[in-house]
């Protein structure tokens, strides 16, 4: 979880001209003097301009721990000012803290006497929800063709989903500031507060706290609710998410609700609107001239859902900008060292993915930056290491233990500790605790160590975790992994050190490997000799057993091509950095090192910032791997790995006739030639097919078997496959 939002606001100063500030409002977090210096460079890192001011927005004990941090003998907040200047110069003039006090702001000017710029707070917290409204793709325009219908029957072209404004605790009190800062006097009278929908509850709640009132927040969700209502004898208020006509704050008004005590969270407009409203997007210079419709096909909203999904699915076409920041450190680390898929673990276990991270605890790079990790963030106290079972993890923590037996002066007593060790008369006595795992997913293993170290030693004792390699399945996850390792009842955070960190998509144990699996058990089974094919029985019985066969050899590996031979790459892939000694040395990269590229490739586009290259669908809008990949990337081997490393729902070409077309002409193609370079990668077509990730509508698919079938005279494991895919769908 973020301890802050920060943002950017450009204002015209009649003084000083065109001033830019950047805003940081923090969450409820308890605060230390080192979260304000790291939070400040972090901000002013985030864009590639300094601002002229900073103001920072928070609480009464936040806003102490920054008085203090501002102490002019510290040395910490002199390095932290320098980052504010530039070639000499002082860019960033100006450092306010605004000290929220129940119903408003109390200005401070830290390290100065007088306020040299002056911004409205009121103004810096709606270019805040702007921002959000932004970032979190939270206006939805609708696609050519289509309009919006709306609750109150409305058809137009936009639709604001409030919900979608926050998506963490820092960015709701960025909401929650806003509702208070306008309108707090009347939310602390307050005895109801209605709403148009439970979307905005977390809002409005949160702006309550801040203002300390203790109203009964009442969701009235529709227009018919809305019309059984009447205004109650004692003190209220009425929020509306969003709008786009204001006919919900103007039904209100004929209700008799008072216009003073009704407020619309986000508009198109100002003018016009019974009541206030908190974040005219006229204002922040959005205009939508095409606003109304009066045809198209309708995509019907219920609160603040989508009844369907109106739109065909988006093809996303993957290219270099879906490429993860730290692929290029991957492969120069692990792109040789990746294990084979489904390799057994220590402990009998099988993953689909390992990295073999053990020569890497000698290279160069590493060893310096655990050498500077160690130098700066370990406790001075330590006093227990404890690893990882994995023999690599306990390679690195002896490592580790070396390192702090010749910096501290107690380093002897130092204990080395394997988890499968660790229990309470050990870790009793410890005063200091580096937990280690060299190569971490999601975390499972320091999530056991971290909750066991809970109930073993107090919270006060200081720990540090460190894993150098993470290959979570998504950012998200990794962040929580974080939040939970470092977040603990004192205010101050445990340590947490990594060095490469790449998502790469869906790691479970089920997976189209162990799918194929269970699809082969079934080529054992008679009834596929009778699912209206006409087909010899023999020839569909020794297809079937061939199938079964190429599946059954497959477990470490991808299918074969028709014509028996493994997958394999050839020169140039889009991927590999040129110049690369895995560009070099393509002949030598492994299917598994190649699976691991695509699969984080593919997370990287559902985690895409923009949204029209996001491979992740939203509440109307479903998306697919655009067909056009495939004959990009038309390698056997690397259709091989799109195919495996994408969710089903992102082969799902059924609710579109046009790229099913275009599906099964290129299916058609690489069936026809499968005794050629071009339909090497037939099998898994027709695996992906017959387990059920690879559809097309059912027209397209029937003619699709029907042409493959007129020709089948010989036995293939090919044929096999299209068999089982046939029982499948029927």
Known sequence: MER???????????????????????????????????????????????????????????????????????????????????????????????????????????????????????????????????????????????????????????????????????????????????????????????????????????????????????????????????????????????????????????????????????????AGRCGDVMVPLDAMGVHFPDLAVSEGTLIEIIGENFTSKAKPPRPVVIGEPHAPDALNAIHKYFGFSVQPFNSTMEGGRTKLLQLNALPILEHDDFVKWLDAEINWSFPLTVSHVIHANDETSRHLAEAILGRLQSKLAKGGAIRLIPYRDLDKPICEDATGVVVISAVSRDGGILREISRDLRSYIDAPVPRHFITPIGIPQTSASWKQLEIFLTKNPTPRSYGFSNWIQMPIGDDSEQNVWTRLAELASLAQGPELNDIGLNIEASVVAESLELAANEIGEAHNSFLKSPRGKPLTLSEGYLFFAKDSEIAKRYADVSQSALYLTTSAVLQSAREHKDHTRRLCPTGYESVVLGPECFMRFNDAVLQACLLRASLPSELDYSASPELSKLMRELLSKIFTRRDKDFGDSALEFAASIAVGYLRLTRSDMNALFDECFKKATEPSALLGLLILAKHKQI
């Open 4 to 270: 802050f939002y920060s943002w950017r606001d450009l204002n015209h100063c009649t003084d000083q001209g065109t001033v830019e500030a950047l805003v940081i409002c923090y969450n409820a977090c308890v605060l230390a003097i080192d979260n304000v210096y790291r939070d400040i460079e972090e901000a002013l890192k985030s864009c590639d301009n300094l601002p002229d001011c900073v103001y920072v927005i928070g609480s009464t004990s936040q806003c102490a721990v920054f008085k203090e941090a501002w102490n002019p003998d510290s040395n910490r907040r002199e390095n932290m000012l320098m980052r504010g200047m530039k070639l000499g110069l002082d860019f960033v003039k100006q450092y306010v803290f605004l000290e929220w006090q129940k119903t408003h702001f109390v200005k401070h000017v830290l390290g100065l006497t007088e306020e040299l710029y002056k911004f409205d707070p009121k103004r810096l917290l709606t270019w805040g929800v702007y921002s959000l409204l932004d970032k979190n793709n939270a206006i939805h325009q609708a696609p050519s063709g289509h309009a919006f219908k709306h609750p109150s029957g409305n058809k137009n072209k936009v639709f604001i989903q409030a919900r979608e404004i926050a998506s963490d605790e820092a960015e709701l009190f960025v909401v929650g500031y806003t509702i208070a800062l306008e309108h707090g006097a009347k939310l602390r009278e307050a005895k109801k507060v209605f709403i148009d929908t439970m979307g905005i509850y977390a809002y409005v709640m949160n702006a309550l706290d801040l203002c300390g009132g203790h109203a009964e927040i009442l969701s009235f969700h529709s227009y018919d609710e809305l019309e059984k209502l009447n205004p109650p004898s004692t003190p209220y208020f009425c929020i509306v998410s969003a709008s786009t006509s204001g006919r919900m704050a103007r039904v209100m008004k004929e209700r008799r609700f008072e216009e003073d005590r009704i407020v619309t969270m986000v508009d198109v407009k100002s």
